[in-house]
């Protein structure tokens, strides 16, 4: 035998191998789909798949949680900016911040309409930056007066009110409070500085001291950011201080002020 039938030989028995390699996996596939249907998952399988779904899914809701929570914070947060500008703009005008109705020595009263109403908090407020004010000035002898603001424009969802409200109707109305976006009011503090030194600070601890309409209930009123071992102290003092109870309004930690 020469060289090349060693060679022929050693293919035809390589060729076998695989032959009967083929045969022993077909056989042992056969056997296999005896044992179990080769489609379909097993319940180990399935419940791992659904628990990847529900982490996944737990995952985008806290996701999706964290983002609203962020929201509603920066969008808090703009609410007091524009306020604090338009007080601004406002003490531009009378060289004084608006009262706050809290102060006996600087009242506050809505003038119009032919209504006298005293207002209080943020609806002072919805009052003096939303609705055109009288500015008395002096024009050489003569004592003249001329319509100034409004300082913000209000828009409905920025304003306490039933459903469907018209933004004009919410303005008429002494009880209307600046909500911020949790539902909340908005408080209002003017605590100008007194000639005696001592500032017009209240405390507003307690639901009934600052707001108009009282929605916001006894058990979900937090207390005052700035009270602090039995006393309140201004965080703004001569000027103003503007907060919201944030999240949840029982938790000062949260809370969003101009401080
Ligand atoms: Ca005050
Ligand atoms: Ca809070």
């Not at 809701?61 to 808090?76: D, F, H, I, M, V």
């Not at 609410?79 to 601004?88: D, H, N, P, Q, V």
């Not at 706050?100 to 930056?129: C, H, M, N, W």
Request: glycine letters at 12%; proline letters at 7%.
């Amino acid at each position: 035998m020469g060289p090349e039938g060693k060679t022929s030989a050693r293919q035809c028995s390589g060729v076998r191998r695989v032959r009967a390699r083929a045969a022993a996996s077909a056989a042992g596939r056969r056997g296999a789909g005896r044992g179990r249907p080769e489609t379909g998952f097993t319940l180990v399988e399935v419940m791992m798949a659904m628990a990847i779904i529900v982490i996944l899914m737990s995952l985008a809701l806290y996701g999706l949680n964290a983002y609203r929570k962020r929201a509603y914070e920066q969008n808090t947060r703009g609410l007091i900016a524009r306020i604090e500008s338009a007080l601004a703009a406002y003490y531009a005008e009378f060289r004084a911040y608006p009262p706050d109705g809290f102060d006996a020595d600087e009242p506050a009263v809505r003038t119009d309409g032919g209504r006298q109403v005293p207002i209080k908090g943020s609806a002072a407020l919805v009052y003096y930056l939303g609705v055109p004010q009288l500015k008395e000035y002096e024009a050489g002898m003569e004592r003249m007066k001329r319509q100034v603001g409004p300082f913000l424009e209000f828009t409905e969802g920025m304003l306490s009110g039933q459903e469907g409200m018209a933004l004009e109707d919410r303005l008429r109305e002494p009880t209307t409070e600046i909500i911020d976006a949790y539902g909340n009011p908005i408080h209002y503090d003017n605590v100008a500085r007194r000639r005696d030194g001592s500032y017009r600070v209240t405390e507003q601890s307690a639901p009934g001291v600052h707001t108009m309409s009282g929605f916001i209930a006894d058990a979900m009123h937090g207390p005052d950011p700035r009270a602090a071992g039995g006393a309140v102290r201004p965080r703004n003092p001569g000027k103003f201080d503007l907060w919201s109870h944030g999240l949840d309004p029982r938790d000062p930690s949260d809370d969003i002020g101009n401080w």
